[in-house]
């Protein structure tokens, strides 16, 4: 499964010192390297303002997107949303097949 994760950094982050913010952003960087290398994570952005990220990961539930992203080291500072999504060549397959269906189904 795929699933989309967006994240937005939390005001509470930038209240902390800043030697404590640059440890989080080379454990979270840390982080996101290692799935990147594992393949689990296949692509990873940071919003221009600094503030966000987005990432696409291929995972096998739901609940494994979960655990992973507990373990992000920035995790209690940001708001994430983590969505499956699928290829759109599978969306119109999905479509057309559904379309098809209910075509056979008005014949009747």
Known sequence: MKFLVTSQTRDSYYTLPTKKRMEFTLAGDAY???YLKSGRC???FSTCDLKG???IW??????EAA??????????YVDMDIQPIMEHDVLVKTLMAYKKK??????R
């Open 67 to 76: 655990l992973i992203m507990l373990e992000n080291p920035i995790q209690a």
């Open 53 to 55: 990220s987005v990432s």
């Open 32 to 34: 996101i390297r290692k």
């Open 42 to 44: 296949k692509e990873a």
């Open 58 to 63: 291929e995972l096998g539930s739901s609940e």
């Open 102 to 107: 209910e075509a056979k189904s008005k014949r």
